[in-house]
């Protein structure tokens, strides 16, 4: 995400390329609400631009972005720099928790595959439980009997990364934007 801040009348801009779906839309206008609150600064007579850059995705849909949105115009009003190396996800609430995603293992692992550094996801998020499929068979006569079932499973994000062979990207969680840009601006 690139954020542009300059003159203008308030306005929350986003590109359409890739086309941007409402509830991602909704997530780029509390971003600008959660920025100005955390910063202390008004947008009043500015302009918000939002990019999603460096994606071969044809759709962006969720809220997933929300936190990514407000950290990257925190920094855009502060004048500061999110690290290039790091990457967020995470629902933005208007009092400026992180809250929880879909998808969590994927986004990692796509972190991981860009070779970033760190991935802060929202407070409990590190941990994800999935049903991983079992099947029990038994003979009965000149019959096979097969059951399917499914046992949960609870994995370390961390963890499994490792076991992908993705050591280099750390997972951290926040539960809020504060949190977040403390491990996000250099």
């Known amino acids: 995400v690139k954020v542009e801040v300059s003159n203008g009348s308030e306005r929350i801009l986003l590109s359409i390329n890739p086309f941007i779906e409402p509830d991602t839309q909704n997530s780029a206008q509390t971003a600008a609400f959660v920025a100005q609150f955390i910063t202390g600064k008004s947008l009043k007579d500015k302009d ?43 629902a933005i609430q208007a009092d400026g928790k992180i809250g929880e995603i879909g998808g969590v293992i ?19 998020q590190s941990v994800f439980t999935f049903y991983e499929q079992k099947q029990e068979r038994i003979q009965r006569g000149g019959f096979t009997i097969v059951r399917t079932f499914y046992v949960p499973k609870t994995v370390n994000l961390q963890d499994y990364l490792k076991q992908e062979g993705f050591n280099d990207l750390t997972i951290t969680e926040a539960s809020n934007i504060q949190e977040a840009m403390q491990l996000m601006l250099e």
Do not use: C, H, M, Y
Not at 50 to 65: D, H, K, R, Y
Not at 69 to 90: L, M, P, Y
Not at 106 to 124: I, N, T
């Open 48 to 90: 918000v631009v939002f990019s999603i850059q460096n994606t071969e995705a044809q759709l962006v849909g969720g809220p997933s972005a929300g936190a990514a949105f407000t950290g990257s115009t925190i920094a855009a009003i502060e004048k500061k720099q999110v690290r290039s190396d790091a990457a967020i996800t995470g």
């Open 106 to 124: 994927e986004k990692a692992s796509a972190a991981a595959e860009q070779g970033l550094k760190l991935l802060v996801v929202p407070k409990g």
